[in-house]
């Protein structure tokens, strides 16, 4: 294996007393507005019709300010190993952790938004060194999209999804990993896919939660449940996707609330994370207070609440629709996942699927609602990755 490079030097998270002590006085201070128009006792999906009821955001404003340790979070960050390098005039952040394993296969994870490296922290350890001495084990990089965390936030358009895709096997050929699979949903699973199909000498292979279809295929011969999926993506898209709207086009608008308020901040995330899991009420009915506020309030301490939007600006709808990934391709569709593609038409995409599945539980955020299982799927997707690739 190819030595690392010097160009990467060791970092470590460490907010001031002064930042944190001024979050807690902004949520002190917070105007809200008035309760919704749709109030109904929970639990029952309908109270967040009108966005995050005022009840809810009570409860976790007050719980930011006096019950949430970030120290505690700043910690885990430290312990699994932190990292910068700068690729093209820009730092890029990431975690790296390296298996105790002399067969460990390098593995790149690339959360989306309103994720971040938050939502692999749980899953870290078991990948590098699983309990089980029979499972795949993996040397983990984690890293911060840019403008995303403590990666630098991009000063000129450009840094989209296939400029972030060849950076990121810049970044893996420096920690000395010429080839390595791929994980990734959301943005993270947009990127995966052009690495598969633009770097194939790099890439062993791909799992991802995220397998957009060319566009314009028929629906003829599409199951029942297939249907569904399809028109399940055409109502998110029609119905519930103004903020991505809002970001592809007037990021900076939105951003001077998302860098000045925590509050907005944390109702603007706080939403999709109620939206796209799979709960019957409440995203704390699978992912826990500190999850969320960990994921919050790394966005809030690094101002990256607009720099974060700017990713749609770059990249919304800019997959190319001739792009073809012909390495090994593990698919995962969770079933309260925001874009669901039948089969059929991910195939006209990814050339090589080696496995398929579609899982009874979980959404957009796996990693966090449904942790263990998540490190399963993995597992066993990319077992079938690398066997198909030898």
Do not use: C
């Not at 010097?6 to 809200?32: I, M, N, P, W, Y």
């Not at 939007?309 to 698919?331: F, G, K, Q």
């Amino acid at each position: 294996m190819p030595r690392p490079t010097s160009d990467v030097q060791a970092f470590e998270a460490h907010a001031t007393d002064a930042d944190l002590d001024d979050l807690r006085a902004r949520l002190a201070a917070a105007r809200l507005p008035e309760a919704e128009t749709v109030y109904r006792d929970a639990p029952d999906p309908r109270r967040w019709e009108q966005g995050v009821p005022l009840a809810d955001l009570v409860d976790v404003v007050n719980y930011w300010r006096t019950g949430y340790n970030w120290r505690s979070f700043e910690a885990r960050l430290n312990r699994i190993g932190q990292f910068r390098t700068t690729i093209d005039d820009l730092g890029i952040h990431f975690l790296h952790r390296r298996s105790a394993r002399a067969d460990a296969t390098p593995l790149i994870l690339t959360h989306g938004w309103p994720g971040s490296i938050a939502e692999f922290i749980d899953v870290v350890d078991e990948l590098a060194d699983p309990k089980d001495p029979d499972a795949p084990a993996f040397h983990v990089v984690v890293p911060s999209l840019p403008g995303f965390g403590y990666s630098d936030k991009p000063t000129t358009t450009g840094w989209g999804t296939e400029k972030i895709a060849a950076a990121w096997v810049e970044l893996m050929g420096r920690l000395g990993y010429s080839t390595f699979a791929a994980h990734g949903g959301d943005w993270g699973g947009n990127i995966t896919t052009v690495l598969g199909g633009r770097f194939p000498e790099h890439v062993l292979g791909i799992h991802t939660l995220f397998a957009e279809a060319p566009p314009g295929l028929p629906t003829d011969g599409l199951t029942a449940a297939e249907h569904e999926w399809t028109e399940e993506t055409r109502d998110f898209w029609r119905h519930r996707a103004a903020y991505a709207k809002q970001q592809a086009t007037r990021p900076q608008t939105i951003g001077y609330s998302l860098v000045d308020s925590p509050v907005g901040l944390l109702a603007w995330i706080l939403d999709k994370f109620a939206e796209w899991s799979d709960t019957e009420d409440s995203p704390f009915e699978t992912i826990s207070r500190d999850r969320v506020l960990d994921d919050v309030t790394l966005y809030w301490l690094t101002r990256t609440g607009a720099s974060a939007a700017r990713i749609y600006y770059e990249s919304h709808n800019s997959l190319d629709p001739e792009l073809r990934v012909d390495v090994p391709s593990a698919i995962t569709m969770y079933p309260r996942d925001i874009e669901k593609y039948p089969r059929p038409w991910a195939q006209q995409r990814y050339r090589k699927i080696v496995r398929w599945n579609s899982p009874e539980t979980g959404g957009h955020f796996p990693s966090l609602e449904v942790p263990e299982y998540f490190v399963k799927d993995l597992r066993e997707g990319l077992a079938a990755v690398l066997a198909a690739d030898r």
